[in-house]
């Protein structure tokens, strides 16, 4: 259904924003208009976004931020409407007190990581220096909490429409760091590693090292049986294949290696696969392309999806080299030490480039909870870990957006810090499998 927006000035943030908020979570086609006759003729909802109100229309006071050409500090006043939290009040008399495009732009296009902040050790923004963290909102999808708010008084307004719903989605995702705990390391790997299990006293795990290597024992590392199985009701899942060169950060086993190379291509054959840029490759163009034509030439198609290794994003040049490369979305919007909604939505955004103002041809899909970050607010208590995931689920699951989490394969080993947590992923999955056919 065509929706109208009428404004005083057609900016790029503004048609940005309003083309999220009323296209892809709504589903209005949305058109602009700085002309007020054409409300008059216009034969459908109208939402007016100035400062002066207009009848027969939604109207939203704007805040000045989408008519800015700049990136500064904007002061964030939380206030609450109608139950839901909001920042950017702009009238306390309109009907929606707010303005819910500046608002929301402000998140989606994670402004504030534009901002001078103290990074972490690895260069990434602290969730600890988000608004939503400092406002206990990151556990909520609040830009869609908004959309759904706007779509009920569109409603009031004009009664006479016709919207799809939105359904609840589910996406696991998987990133594969380390395919193998022991096989197929090589003998320098293999000697040094065991010199550490020497040197740390760890006598039990140098025995599993070499009882694997022997053909002894299972590798616990190697969970893919069970993980096709668990997997196999959502084909659409993906899973990110860490390549680039052996580094500190990077133990992955080499897609040089022929079982490397069949367990990729086997993943491949009934799953959606896309590249863990390497931590090493940083923003280096030529390694991050590099990675990528390896991993297409092992899956013999076009790899256009992506994850970065320790989810480091640096805004904005991360998304423009990966747009340079073709890759059509990324799946690193969220934080690894902590579960929540780091662009408050639930649902993939285009990203958008705050200093060369324009959106930029690739999607940026958020995810809600990753293992490590569940394990490091849960600890032990896996009951506790499986019901915090079901929480962040049912919050999408309310505003009908897609639930995605990120999961490896060693957490599924049971092994040191992972003991006890093979139970959890198998326990989300079968919940949110229940919930959704309830939906």
């Known amino acids: ?128 220096e988000s608004m939503l963290f400092k406002a206990g909102l990151l556990g909520r999808p609040l830009v869609d909490e908004w959309a759904m708010a706007l779509r009920d008084e569109l409603f009031t307004v004009f009664p006479k429409q016709t919207l799809p719903k939105r359904k609840f989605h589910f996406v696991p995702t998987i990133d594969i760091d380390n395919a193998f705990a022991y096989r197929h390391k090589g003998f320098r790997r293999t000697f040094f590693g065991s010199l550490r299990d020497l040197a740390y006293f760890r006598f039990s795990d140098l025995a599993a090292r070499y009882l694997v290597i022997l053909g002894f024992k299972h590798d616990t590392y190697d969970v893919y049986e069970q993980l096709y199985s668990l997997l196999s009701p959502y084909p659409w899942a993906v899973w990110f294949i860490l390549g680039g060169k052996y580094g500190h950060y990077d133990k992955r086993v080499s897609l040089s290696k022929r079982p490397m190379r069949r367990l990729v291509r086997r993943i491949s054959r ?68 902590t579960c929540g909604f780091r662009a408050g939505t639930c649902t993939a955004f285009p990203f958008y480039d705050l200093e060369s103002e324009s959106e930029l041809p690739i999607m940026v899909v958020p995810f809600a909870v990753m293992d490590r970050a569940l394990l490091r607010e849960c600890g032990a208590d896996t009951v506790k870990a499986v019901s915090h995931a079901l929480h962040l689920a049912k919050a999408v699951r309310n505003v009908g957006g897609t639930y995605i989490i990120l999961w490896h394969n060693e957490s599924l080993s049971g092994i040191n810090e992972w003991e006890g947590w093979e139970t959890v992923l198998p326990a989300i999955m079968g919940e949110i499998k229940r919930f959704s056919l309830e939906n």
């Open 270 to 337: 009934q799953f959606e696969v896309g590249v863990h840029p390497s931590y090493g490759a940083g923003l280096s163009a030529k390694s991050v392309e590099e990675e990528v034509a390896q991993l297409s030439l092992v899956v013999n198609t076009e790899v256009s999806k992506s994850r970065q290794h320790f989810l480091r994003i640096k805004m904005p040049y991360t998304y423009r080299l990966l747009a340079d490369l073709g890759i059509k979305a990324d799946y690193s919007m969220g934080y690894s030490n």
């Open 1 to 128: 259904m065509e929706l109208l927006v009428y404004t005083n000035s057609i900016t790029p943030r503004l048609t940005y924003i309003a083309k999220f908020l009323l296209g892809n979570i709504l589903g209005y086609t949305v058109t602009f208009s700085t002309s007020k006759s054409k409300i008059d003729s216009f034969n459908g909802p109208v939402i007016a976004y100035t400062s002066s109100s207009v009848s027969n229309a939604v109207n939203i006071v704007p805040h000045g931020l989408l008519t800015e050409m700049d990136i500064t500090e904007q002061p964030l006043s939380l206030s609450v409407w109608n139950g839901l939290p909001v920042v950017f009040v702009t009238s306390d008399e309109a009907k929606i007190p707010f303005d819910l495009f500046a608002a929301s732009f402000y998140l989606v296009s994670r402004y504030e990581e534009y901002l001078p902040f103290t990074a972490d050790s690895h260069g990434r923004f602290p969730y600890q």
